[in-house]
T-cell receptor, first 112, second 116 residues
Framework: QKEVEQNSGPLSVPEGAIASLNCTYS??????FFWYRQYSGKSPELIMF????GDKEDGRFTAQLNKASQYVSLLIRDSQPSDSATYLC????????????FGTGTRLQVFP | GAGVSQSPSNKVTEKGKDVELRCDPI?????LYWYRQSLGQGLEFLIY????????KSGLPSDRFSAERTGGSVSTLTIQRTQQEDSAVYLC??????????????FGPGTRLTVT
């Protein structure tokens, strides 16, 4: 069983729509959760992090965390073609490690 | 401030040669990570340094791979006797640490290694 799972996609949404990206994780002790955006040929770029249950909003991005369901999601409102990229979910484990476990990513395509 | 830097940005080498890849983390970041990403694949963890602690080498794929971090800052990843399957983008990341354990990692631009 993979430790962090994401649908590989592609997830195709029209410009202006809400894109919803989902991630599940297996370690119930996980304390920190991150979303990275990776454009083709580029390195991952941190866009959101969340530590507490609930929602965290930053501009057009909202991260949602539900520790009971071991589920974290990223919503992108008013999607733009420039949002087309692969989105990586990363999960931090227990208190005694700094390592993150990365999912394999979901490819998002926003079409005009 | 400056982000994570890596050099070289591209490296082409012949099979069997040794290569060294360099990473300069964000100033003040105590944790440094190396990952590998093959074309179209996810991130593969290689090795992790935290302060003066012994590195976590659990992701190194073979004994041809080694890494060191001098003075708690710059790190070098060395691949000996390179093989074609070593061709990938090697990414370095750094982070601060704190009571939550895992803090956000910031990635460098990567080194694209091609073994011919």
């Amino acid at each position: 069983q993979k430790e962090v799972e994401q649908n590989s996609g592609p997830l195709s949404v029209p410009e202006g729509a809400i894109a919803s990206l989902n991630c599940t994780y297996s370690d119930r002790g996980s304390q920190s959760f991150f979303w990275y955006r990776q454009y083709s040929g580029k390195s991952p770029e941190l866009i959101m992090f969340i530590y507490s249950n609930g929602d965290k909003e930053d501009g057009r991005f909202t991260a949602q965390l539900n520790k009971a369901s071991q589920y974290v999601s990223l919503l992108i409102r008013d999607s733009q073609p420039s949002d087309s990229a692969t989105y990586l979910c990363a999960v931090g484990g227990s208190y005694n490690t700094d390592k993150l476990i990365f999912g394999t990513g979901t490819r998002l395509q926003v079409f005009p | 401030g400056a982000g994570v830097s890596q050099s070289p940005s591209n490296k082409v080498t012949e099979k069997g040669k040794d290569v060294e890849l360099r990473c300069d983390p964000i100033s003040g970041h105590t944790a440094l990570y190396w990952y590998r990403q093959s074309l179209g694949q996810g991130l593969e963890f290689l090795i992790y340094f935290q302060g003066n602690s012994a590195p976590d080498k659990s992701g190194l794929p073979s004994d041809r791979f080694s890494a060191e971090r001098t003075g708690g800052s710059v790190s070098t990843l060395t691949i000996q006797r390179t093989q074609q399957e070593d061709s990938a983008v090697y990414l370095c990341a750094s982070s601060t640490t704190g009571h939550l354990g895992s803090y956000e990692q910031y990635f460098g631009p990567g080194t694209r290694l091609t073994v011919t």
